[in-house]
């Protein structure tokens, strides 16, 4: 069997490419990075090791790798295929879609090309959707029609820790044990096999947001209180007693919006919280914090980590007070080297919180989850100003 998969960062290799792997698969990464396509393509083999106290290694073999640059290249594998996954962050997805769109079209000219799945592994809702219209959008109408009888996108949430990597071997990655990659099985194709490693569900969204609003939410959480206490890494923001109730507290009212969403067993779900928090703790690893906190445009939008559970938690008249004070403290995050980090100071300093955090959350005026936003927001600017930890 084989599988081509986008994106062989750290999640590519440390995470997809080591489950497909280890389920049979002959994997092919494609990426831009000319250093790791090339390692890839010499040694056809990279190492895994787990965050835990025995520091336990997997050998990953029979793999190889294309430049992205080399479309038509992609193309034919994408048409010799099986699988096709990604993890490029969901950002990249547009650019993965034309060289998609162009292995499709090869397919199809292949009467005995058997059904392909399209599975994009990416912290977002719907991604593997958002990439078929993204490739659809290429394709003419006589292609997608045949497309849809041999081509699936169904929809993943994936979740798996694995920090900044600070090896020797560019290839070796080094992952926390627990994995999670569930997939949307009722939008299989007729006959499709199963991938050891791979949780089927009927219905993915109480999985997805029960991830997204658990690990992500708590994750970035804890990244941006932590960067605001002055801290360089998450473990050492859950070592500090304060920081790690400020996390659980925020991880209650999303588990609180939750379980009644999803008519969930309460005490099974905190759990859930409970283990989460241990992993975010893992001695083993060294999580950085702006590594966690990156990108804070995209994570205080509409439909991500910490607007969306607050909007479904306040239609259901719970509290949103913590996760307004992870809004307020994604304001201060000024990390180095985060372009996403530099226009939000910049724009912080022309036109004040107000009118930034209403753009960007997409909270109209006087929202009430916008109002303790800014609240909190004027406090953490004053405890800053006097030089007091938050």
Request: net charge negative; proline share 5%.
């Amino acid at each position: 069997m084989k599988a081509v998969h986008f994106g062989a960062g750290n999640i590519g290799r440390g995470f997809i490419g080591l489950t497909l792997s280890q389920a049979g698969y002959e994997v092919c990464f494609v990426d831009v990075n000319d250093q790791i396509v090339s390692l890839l393509q010499q040694r056809r083999s990279y190492t895994v090791k787990l965050a835990n106290d025995t520091g336990d290694e997997t050998r990953v073999s029979g793999v190889t790798a294309l430049h992205g640059s080399r479309a038509e290249q992609v193309a034919a594998a994408i048409a010799e295929a099986d699988l096709v996954t990604t993890a490029v962050g969901v950002g990249a997805l547009k650019h993965v879609a034309p060289a998609l769109a162009q292995g499709i079209a090869l397919r199809l000219a292949q009467s005995d090309a058997p059904p392909l799945h399209v599975i994009a592994c990416e912290n977002t809702i719907g991604g593997s959707a958002q990439l078929k219209g993204l490739t659809y959008a290429l394709l003419n109408e006589s292609f997608i029609r045949q497309a849809e009888q041999r081509t699936a996108f169904p929809d993943a949430a994936v979740d798996r820790i694995v920090p900044i990597q600070q090896n020797e071997d560019p290839l070796e990655v080094v992952v926390e044990p627990f994995f999670e990659w569930v997939v949307d099985e009722s939008a299989l194709l007729e006959g499709a096999g199963r991938i050891d490693g791979i949780h089927y569900v009927p219905d993915l969204e109480p999985y997805i947001e029960r991830k997204l609003f658990t690990v992500n939410t708590g994750h970035c959480v804890a990244a941006y209180h932590g960067y605001l206490a002055g801290y360089r890494t998450i473990q050492e923001v859950m070592a500090d007693g304060k920081l790690k109730d400020e996390v659980l507290r925020t991880l209650m009212e999303t588990g609180d919006m939750l379980v009644r969403r999803h008519s969930w067993d309460s005490r099974e779900h905190r759990r859930y919280v409970e283990r989460i928090l241990e992993r975010f703790a893992n001695p083993h690893l060294t999580d950085e914090v702006a590594r966690v906190g990156r990108s804070p445009i995209r994570k205080l939008s509409p439909q991500d980590r910490l607007v969306r559970p607050a909007r479904l938690a306040h239609e259901s008249g719970l509290p949103t007070e913590q996760l307004a004070s992870g809004m307020a403290a994604a304001l201060f995050f000024d990390a180095p080297d985060d372009p996403e980090a530099a226009s939000l100071q910049a724009e912080l300093a022309e036109e004040g919180p107000s009118a930034v955090i209403e753009r960007y959350t997409g909270l109209p005026s006087g929202h009430p989850i916008l109002r303790q936003a800014l609240a909190r927001y004027e406090v953490y600017l004053q405890l800053r100003t006097k030089g007091e930890e938050t």
